[in-house]
């Protein structure tokens, strides 16, 4: 019997549009900004000389935001995009077993933080552990936390430390980011603390709250500038 083709995501992928294709749905720029400014750095402190990855970066809408606040952030995608300002980003599917799969790199940054394919995040969120000294940060619909499936296969052994829910949706749209678009789809941040030892009886996250009006207050110039065309 021939061997079976390589079916890993980028192979599969990258013979067709991305926007058409993949599960991109670009991260408004004014969620990431929130999640930094008033969960991140109240929390672990300014990252000024910490090393980000963002695995799932496509046109940059929370690479470039990472930007403001990290020392380093390293850029991948399965899929080739264009930047407003570009950037080296290494092409290359995070997750699978093919040949075009990133070499996987222990502990090599200090945090991923991505919003990954909502229906391939178990599979990001375990390669991410491997390679975070420090933490990892998912940005979900908040559903996520639902199913006796990945409740065994992540939250049973490895909880995030932290949940922390946006009050203000999060509006994304396929392909671009739209400043106009709302969509009634809750997002929440799930952030493992790879310092953290949970001990006995401390196993559960903590719940954390994004308090409304976070779009207006983390919403820049620049980013109309970048996206909103």
Not at 3 to 21: E, F
Not at 23 to 29: K, M
Not at 118 to 145: I, Y
Request: include cysteine.
């Amino acid at each position: 019997m021939p061997s079976s083709p390589n079916r890993s995501t980028a192979v599969v992928a990258q013979r067709h549009s991305a926007t058409d294709s993949l599960d991109y749905f670009p991260t408004c720029p004014w969620a990431t900004r929130a999640f930094m400014r008033e969960f991140f750095v109240p929390e672990f402190g300014p990252p000024d000389e910490m090393h980000f990855k963002e695995p799932a970066c496509g046109q940059g809408h929370m690479a470039y935001v990472l930007e403001e606040f990290a020392g380093a952030v390293e850029w991948s995608d399965v899929h080739r995009y264009d930047q407003p300002e570009p950037r080296q980003v290494q092409i290359g599917s995070y997750i699978g077993d093919g040949l075009d799969v990133l070499p996987y790199l222990f502990r090599s940054c200090d945090w991923v933080i991505t919003n990954p394919p909502f229906n391939e995040a178990g599979r990001f969120q375990q390669r991410a552990r491997l390679e975070a000294r420090h933490g990892v940060a998912l940005l979900l619909r908040s559903t996520w936390m639902e199913g006796g499936e990945r409740y065994r296969e992540i939250f049973k052994d490895d909880p995030p430390r932290f949940i922390v829910q946006s009050c203000d949706r999060i509006s994304m749209v396929q392909g671009r980011w739209d400043p106009k678009a709302r969509r009634p789809t809750s997002y929440a941040w799930f952030v493992w603390d790879c310092t953290w030892t949970p001990s006995i009886g401390d196993r559960d996250p903590r719940l954390r709250w994004i308090p409304p009006g976070a779009e207006e207050r983390n919403t820049l110039p620049i980013d109309y500038q970048r996206w909103a065309t």
